[in-house]
């Protein structure tokens, strides 16, 4: 019923920039909060930052400062810039939307994932 597609991953240099898109599509009502959670080898998925539809945004400690999110609610879509980005930035990001439905069924959603590589 609904489909979060990420875009923008890919190799990235550390001191780089990298800009990863999310695109939610399909049975949608209303979007509370959007976000981009990451996994690295090994570890428990974490979260990165989210925003909710007013604009509201919350960061991991370590991300603050280095990392940007922001949405355009008209499209259903919600970006991340990562500025600066360390080799630990290493990780699969995924993208995460609560979505409200027409049948009025909210429900989290994820994407597929997209790689996100930092090294020399």
């Known amino acids: 019923q609904v489909q979060l597609v990420e875009s923008g991953g890919g190799l990235v240099q550390p001191g780089g920039s990298l800009r990863l898109s999310c695109a939610a599509s399909g049975s949608i009502f209303s979007i509370n909060a959007m976000g981009w959670y990451r996994q690295a080898p090994g570890k428990q998925r974490e979260l990165v930052a989210a925003?909710?539809?007013?604009?509201?945004?919350v960061y991991a400690g370590s991300m603050k400062g280095r990392f940007t999110i922001s949405r355009d609610n008209a499209k259903n879509t919600v970006h991340l810039q990562m500025s600066s980005p360390k080799p630990e930035d290493t990780a699969v990001y995924y993208c995460?939307?609560?979505?409200?439905?027409?049948?009025?069924?909210?429900?989290?959603?994820w994407g597929q994932g997209t790689q996100v590589t930092v090294s020399s």
């Open positions: 995460n939307a609560r979505v409200e439905t027409y049948q009025h069924v909210s429900s989290d959603y």
């Open positions: 925003i909710t539809s007013g604009g509201s945004t």
